[in-house]
């Protein structure tokens, strides 16, 4: 069965923290992976990842894929309460019209 | 914003019921799937309609079905309801179904089943 597990599942840091985010993944039939945040209802678009070791960056936010060994990371740098929210990764498959998500990691940013 | 959007908001039903819940997908998009997302998990995949023709479909039963239009909008309608349906309903819509194609999502239903 197709598993896509999150860690960890819930965080609390500071303003300013560094933390990163896991996602790994047993999938068959691989083709990209997303990343979303969601806040209050609608996970928002972050990342899209195919390619192993070409890391994506948008502002604090960075990720990477690792094809080899099956995983991802999400990076988020100089934290702030706005990055609060629920960071959901998900698979998406080769020719195939489904994907899988994980449960989510839970993100709490203290002032 | 996206430019998806799904109607109702909220609705409330009682179990036994029926109910249709409906999605326009960003313009020029004609792929739509549906998610089920319980308190504190990630979404559940339901399916997926691709330019009107049921593309995929995730471990949920017969009577979770759905519909997509020639202008690419969509319905999941699900019948008996059952307390467990109790959930956000998410759908999201791309460009193409190939797994290379970002979806975006709409904001979501959220159905209450007492």
């Known amino acids: 069965e197709d598993k896509v597990v999150q860690s960890p599942l819930s965080l609390v840091v500071h303003e300013g923290d560094t933390v990163t985010l896991n996602c790994s993944y047993e999938?068959?039939?691989?083709?990209?992976l997303l990343w979303y945040k969601q806040e209050k209802k609608a996970p928002t678009f972050l990342f899209m990842l195919t390619s192993s070791g070409i890391e994506k960056k948008s502002g604090r936010l960075s990720s990477i894929l690792d094809k080899k060994e099956l995983f991802s990371i999400l990076n988020i740098t100089a934290t702030q309460t706005g990055d609060s929210a629920i960071y959901l990764c998900?698979?998406?498959?080769?020719?195939?019209?489904?994907?899988?998500f994980g449960d989510g990691t839970t993100l709490t940013v203290k002032p | 914003e996206t430019g998806v959007t799904q109607s109702p908001t909220h609705l409330i039903k009682t179990r036994g019921q029926q109910v249709t819940l409906r999605c326009s997908s960003q313009s020029g998009h004609n792929t739509v799937s549906w998610y089920q997302q319980a308190l504190g998990q990630g979404p559940q995949f339901i399916f997926q309609?691709?330019?009107?023709?049921?593309?995929g479909r995730g471990n949920f039963p017969p009577r979770f079905s759905g519909l997509q239009f020639p202008n690419y909008s969509s319905e999941l309608n699900v019948n008996a309801l059952e307390l467990d349906d109790s959930a956000l309903y998410l759908c999201?819509?791309?460009?193409?179904?190939?797994?290379?194609?970002?979806?975006?999502f709409g904001p979501g239903t959220r159905l209450t089943v007492l």
């Open positions: 309609y691709y330019r009107e023709e049921e593309n």
């Open positions: 999938v068959t039939n691989f083709r990209s």
């Open positions: 999201a819509s791309s460009l193409g179904n190939s797994g290379r194609n970002t979806q975006y």
């Open positions: 998900a698979v998406l498959y080769t020719n195939a019209g489904k994907s899988t």
